[in-house]
């Protein structure tokens, strides 16, 4: 079955239209994807590594994915982590970081992308792999994280532009 994606203007509304995964998106055409961050008590990143049949594969990123049609951002944010990572985030515990406008040519086309905070003590043996999803997961501190972009293992500041601010407003190690 072929993913929908609700098609919003260049101001986020919806447009009444529908969009489908795969097809390149028309000058003009928005959809929503989130980008979920997980942070434990000690100001860790949850962070997950993409199956090798995935575009990106094996690099290491946050949770994340787009909205299919009817879905808001933060239905989005839980569901995304569920499937990829098999764990239910109470949505008590999100808050909405930051929201941005972005061309993404490797996620699609135009978008904009809801970035969720949640703050959630989460085992990584609870982790339920999703086999066409995500393969590993850790906890990694922000300093973990900026090596690992440096090396080129983690998804790199084309998707996560806003990566220094939310290590700022996340603080810890």
Known sequence: MNELWDILDENGNKTGRLHKRGKPMADGDFHLVVHV????????????????????????ECTGGSAVAGDDSLTTALKEVREELGIELKHENGEMFTSLKRYC????GYDFVDVWVFRQDISV?????????????????KHKIIKMIDEGSFMDNQFYTYIDKLFAYIGGQ
Do not use: H, Y
């Not at 043996?125 to 501190?141: K, L, R």
């Open 37 to 60: 961050w997980i942070v434990n008590s000690k100001g860790e990143f949850l962070i997950s590594k993409r199956t090798a049949n995935k575009n990106f594969p094996l690099m290491w």
């Open 105 to 108: 040519g490797g996620c699609g």
């Open 125 to 141: 043996d609870d982790i339920i792999f999703q086999p066409d999803e995500t393969c590993d997961a850790m906890w990694a501190s």
